[in-house]
């Protein structure tokens, strides 16, 4: 039985593989939308098969760590959330999945308190800790793989402090964990 189901839930929702945008390249803003929105968030990467994993082994399953971002088409959101309808499109549409580099996790420290933060064009928006976060790192794992096998190179998105917010062309993202830059790219 999977016992992550008798507590509050995280919210989950699913990204494609032509979600995900890394290596520095940038974000074109989709003409769907006129409302797009940045999330800063620690995301973790599988290492390993698991399914139906207890949270106090939830730590085996992963070993690596970055940034990135969950980009939102906001205007999207809210007609989908106001029909009833799933959020796919304005959560999951081509490349709305940056990620930074990653490192180990013994390199940024206790995934129950990493500090994080975002900077769009030199200014601090969001700054963040997993200390903060309300479902740690190992229960999201464990209640995800309750529906979903979880692969080897998976990521999962954490969730975002707040200050989330608009982007525009010409911003410039950059993406920390402590004061070590994971996440460098722009908007175009």
């Known amino acids: 039985m999977c016992h992550a189901l008798e507590l509050s839930e995280p919210a989950v929702f699913m990204k494609s593989d032509s979600s995900l945008l890394k290596d520095g390249k940038p974000f074109f803003i989709p003409d769907f939308s006129s ?27 992963y070993s690596e760590v970055t940034v990135g971002i969950d980009f939102t088409a906001r205007d999207w959101q809210r007609r989908l959330r106001r029909e009833g309808l799933p959020w ?4 999951a549409f081509d490349h709305s999945a940056v990620t930074g580099s990653f490192i180990p996790l013994e390199e940024a420290g206790d995934i129950g308190r990493i500090p994080f933060c975002l900077e769009i064009n030199g200014q601090k928006v969001q700054k963040g800790n997993t200390a903060d976060m309300i479902f740690t790192v190992d229960r999201i794992i464990a209640y995800v793989s309750c529906f979903f096998t979880l692969k080897t190179g998976d990521l999962i ?32």
């Open 88 to 91: 796919e499109i304005s959560k």
């Open 35 to 61: 409302e797009i929105h940045y999330e800063t968030e620690i995301v973790v990467k599988i290492n390993r098969l698991g399914k139906n994993i207890a949270e106090r082994f939830a730590h085996r399953y």
């Open 157 to 188: 998105y954490t969730g975002t402090p707040e200050g989330v917010g608009p982007v525009k062309a010409g911003d410039r993202l950059q993406g920390y964990i402590g004061e070590r830059k994971l996440l460098d790219f722009s908007v175009r």
